[in-house]
Nanobody, 123 residues
């Protein structure tokens, strides 16, 4: 089970940190991802972190967002800096234990999903 939190209303240029807490065992072996869905748009990949700690980002957030994990707390984080109105969306965390590298950006490859947290960036 995944529980996302940390969303809110901010102004352009501000920062937010999202958290996603997981329950269950073997969290450290999971690839964890963040996806987002803006109104009227499809869900899109934002970032993921492998069990190795390697991170991958969408081009639109590279250099502004940083994903990390704390396996002692079964939690992943998404630090979002220099937020833009285009970042407004519901952000979802996702996890999967058996996902190949070529599929990490595909939402349908993740078995476990959190409930989403809304991020609104005003201009």
């Amino acid at each position: 089970q995944l529980q996302a939190s940390g969303g809110g209303l901010v102004q352009a240029g501000d920062s937010l940190r999202l958290s996603c807490a997981a329950t269950g065992r073997a969290f450290s072996r999971y690839t964890m991802g963040w996806f987002r869905q803006a109104p009227g748009k499809e869900r899109e990949f934002v970032a993921c972190i492998r069990y190795s700690g390697h991170t991958y980002y969408a081009d639109s957030v590279k250099g502004r967002f940083t994903m990390s994990r704390d396996n002692t707390k079964n939690t992943v984080y998404l630090q979002m800096n220099s937020l833009e109105p285009e970042d407004t969306a519901v952000y979802y965390c996702a996890g999967d234990r058996e996902i190949i590298l070529s599929s990490i950006r595909s939402a349908d490859q993740y078995d476990y999903w959190g409930q989403g947290t809304l991020v609104t960036v005003s201009s």
